[in-house]
């Protein structure tokens, strides 16, 4: 996804986007724009680079303990519908999913 359609996904709420520090985890409020300790909710949790997340939720991202960015990492859940399409596309070694400004498979 390009910036516009992560950051669209994100704030109607078809994936949630994860920011994790030290031993603090925080998730994206699409309500507040900001990000809210996260509960303990077991999570399907997918990594991403730095650089796959827009700077805008960059930017906002929690300090813990006056530190920011140092050691964080970025993760984000994916739509059951989602989910169910990438677990059938991982059999099959040649296949490419594409998602919509939703994050769902096209």
């Not at 040649?94 to 939703?102: E, F, K, M």
């Amino acid at each position: 996804m390009d910036a516009n359609t992560f950051t669209a996904a994100v704030k109607n709420g078809a994936i949630r986007l994860v920011y994790h520090r030290e031993d603090a985890s925080f998730v994206f409020d699409s309500v507040s724009s900001s990000f809210t300790l996260a509960d303990d909710a077991r999570l399907q949790l997918f990594g991403l680079a730095d650089a796959e997340v827009p700077e805008s939720f960059r930017q906002v991202a929690p300090e813990v303990h006056g530190i920011k960015g140092t050691h964080a990492q970025w993760f984000i859940t994916l739509p059951e519908r989602t989910l169910a399409h990438l677990l059938d596309a991982a059999s099959d070694t040649g296949s490419t999913i594409i998602l919509n400004d939703r994050a769902v498979p096209m």
